[in-house]
């Protein structure tokens, strides 16, 4: 019997769109569904759930679940990541609390950023162990990456875990939706090409019927911005440098130095920018999780629809050979020759028995490579902080990064990072 391990799998709403549609996919039939989490009571609620989605769509697939991970990944075909190390709380407190005191707002800090940075550090070593496990059990297997950072976790399991890794981020998908419904323009016959990297990949082309639909986006994005709205980071970079993002204006705003500044307060106003949107979220998730609970679990026949999430369309084009597109974070072996070939990028990628190949992208125009690079230069230099166990890679890090570097002195980055080394304790040992 083939195998598709779940790592993460407390992330219960997660896995029921993700492994609730391998179980609709008759190409997957017969697979063990391994899963896997250290927090056994979600563990066990996910295995709940996914039996009563069995048993109502008569999936063959069989659930089982695991306490030792490395049992989890032996055998295993493809292995599915969605862990978060350290939590809300204390983690994702300590880098939203901390760089405030020095005067540094974020609004999510889970890519890039300080927080992005120090996320990288505590969840690096967790996914190098998952690659020694794997090396050992199942060296073959096709690792599909949902945890962030992406970029820097996707690199780190290619350069240093040794396992076939491809990282999959929902904003290349809500794209084209995401804009086109926004500027009420209709998504129907439309041919697109998205490269760059992850959270900051850039639409390059976007057509129908062979005509270029940027002018008329760029119009009604112009008037769009004469009114406040919720994507007008957005918008206006791509007024400004001429392409439109992938990733939310919320994102954006803090991995460019441009929205969220001390000396310049009416741009949080002006933008519409959510300082601290992640930790509410957070809490609402966390208080929301009960009432959803007893929505998901308040029927023995739970229902479920396939989703568009990539992983169960990936794996069934490998079993079936049958082409299948994707957008997808990968290593740039000359994919987008004017990036770093150190760096992890996102590009359209063919999948099929052959397993997930990535396209020639091309030089991106000038502007948006170097955007690319800022974020790539504390990419890097952070994944160079996790190998070495150079506490100074880490200062290089976030004096390199373009909203950190913008608001503090060299003193104070120094000063922060050493007060966030200190305040995640265990969680970051080797630097202490």
């Not at 082409?323 to 992890?344: D, Q």
Request: negative net charge; charged residues 20%.
């Amino acid at each position: 019997m083939s195998k598709i391990t779940f790592i993460g799998a407390g992330s219960t709403v997660f896995v029921k769109n993700v492994l609730g549609d391998v179980m609709l996919t008759p190409a997957l039939q017969g697979f063990e569904l391994a899963l896997y989490d250290i927090d056994v009571n979600r563990l066990q609620e996910s295995e709940n759930l996914l039996t009563s989605i069995k048993n109502t769509v008569g999936s063959t697939c069989n659930i089982v679940t695991y306490t030792d991970r490395k049992e989890a990944l032996r055998g295993a075909k493809y292995v599915i990541n969605a862990i978060q190390v350290g939590g809300y709380d204390p983690c994702t407190i300590t880098d939203f609390d901390i760089p405030t005191k020095y005067g540094l707002r974020q609004t999510i800090a889970d890519t890039l950023g300080i927080g992005g940075i120090f996320r990288n550090l505590r969840t690096i070593p967790v996914m190098l162990e998952f690659a020694q496990d794997m090396r050992e059990v199942c060296p073959d297997a096709l690792f599909l990456n949902y945890t962030n950072p992406m970029a820097v976790l996707t690199n780190v399991m290619n350069t240093y875990g040794g396992i076939q890794t491809v990282g999959l981020c929902h904003s290349v998908q809500q794209c084209i939706p995401n804009l086109f419904d926004a500027l009420g323009i209709d998504k129907t016959g439309i041919q697109a090409k998205i490269a760059g990297i992850n959270h900051m990949a850039w639409l390059l082309e976007v057509t129908r019927d062979g005509v270029d639909l940027y002018p008329e986006i760029k119009r009604l994005a112009a008037e769009k911005q004469k009114t406040k709205h919720d994507d007008m980071v957005r918008f206006e970079l791509m007024l400004r440098f001429g392409y439109y993002v992938t990733e939310s204006s919320e994102h954006n705003a803090e991995y460019h130095p441009y929205f969220i500044k001390r000396q310049y307060p009416e741009l949080i106003e002006k933008f519409n920018i959510p300082l601290d949107e992640y930790p509410r979220r957070c809490v609402e998730q966390i208080k929301g999780w009960n009432d959803m609970k007893e929505q998901l679990f308040a029927s023995e026949h739970i229902q479920h629809t396939r989703s568009l999430e990539y992983a169960s369309y990936i794996l069934e084009a490998i079993e079936t050979n049958t082409p299948y597109k994707i957008g997808a974070n990968v290593m740039n072996t000359g994919l987008i020759p004017n990036l770093p070939t150190e760096a992890c990028v996102e590009v359209p990628c063919l999948v099929d028995a052959s397993g997930v190949t990535p396209t020639y992208a091309g030089h991106l125009p000038p502007q948006l490579a170097a955007l690319n690079r800022t974020s790539i230069n504390t990419q890097l230099l952070t994944i160079e902080a996790a190998i070495t166990g150079k506490r100074e890679h880490i200062y290089h890090a976030a004096m390199l990064d373009p909203h950190t570097s913008a608001e503090l002195s060299i003193d104070d980055i120094v000063a922060l990072c050493d007060e966030l080394i200190e305040a995640h304790g265990d969680w970051l040992p080797q630097y202490s």
